[in-house]
């Protein structure tokens, strides 16, 4: 091996050495197996795309869900597989959008998210991203903390 060169060498299957450069690959075609995702892993990666969206937040599927009729959801997710040479992905995501926003434009930005994560991290197709809108959401009503009632009173009392 030299080093200035940064060769690198690899043995083939009947033992010969092969040269590697930096841009070729060595084929692993003749490996047997096969390498399938769980749908929970999937669902994981789903829902983080969700939670990256700005003003989206995952919801409850409903009530076939409560009931445990169809498949699992989780966290605001619904994957489904299709069996074959090359798996396609069917994504079923319950959203709540927050008041003010476009929620065509939200979905649009869920379904682009969903897909570019998936496929990113599992080298499967989306056949589908399905964006089912449970509800709106108005914001967290925030806390008066003890200070901030504090300085409301003195605010009141000063006043008298």
């Known amino acids: 091996m030299v080093a200035n060169n940064k060769e690198e060498f690899a043995v083939s299957e009947t033992g010969e050495t092969e040269e590697v450069t930096a841009g070729n690959t060595i084929d692993q075609s003749n490996l047997g ?3 399938r995702i769980s749908e929970d892993v999937i669902a994981q990666l789903a ?20 009931l445990r009729l169809g498949r699992k959801t989780v966290n605001g997710v ?12 069917v994504v079923d995501a319950y959203i709540a959008v927050k008041y003010g926003l476009r929620i065509p434009d939200v979905c649009w ?10 496929e990113r991290f599992t080298g499967y197709t989306i056949k589908g991203v399905n964006v089912y809108v ?7 009503k925030k806390e008066p903390s003890a200070a901030n009632a504090e300085a409301v ?3 009141f009392t000063e006043e008298a």
């Open 33 to 35: 197996g096969k390498i």
């Open 47 to 66: 829902t983080k795309a969700l939670n990256s969206v700005e003003g989206v937040t995952p919801a409850n599927p409903g009530l076939m869900a409560n």
């Open 78 to 89: 619904r994957i489904t597989i299709s069996d074959g040479n090359a798996p396609e992905i």
């Open 109 to 118: 930005d869920v379904q682009e998210a969903v897909k570019e994560q998936i």
């Open 134 to 140: 449970q509800g709106v959401t108005f914001g967290d």
């Open 153 to 155: 009173y003195n605010t």
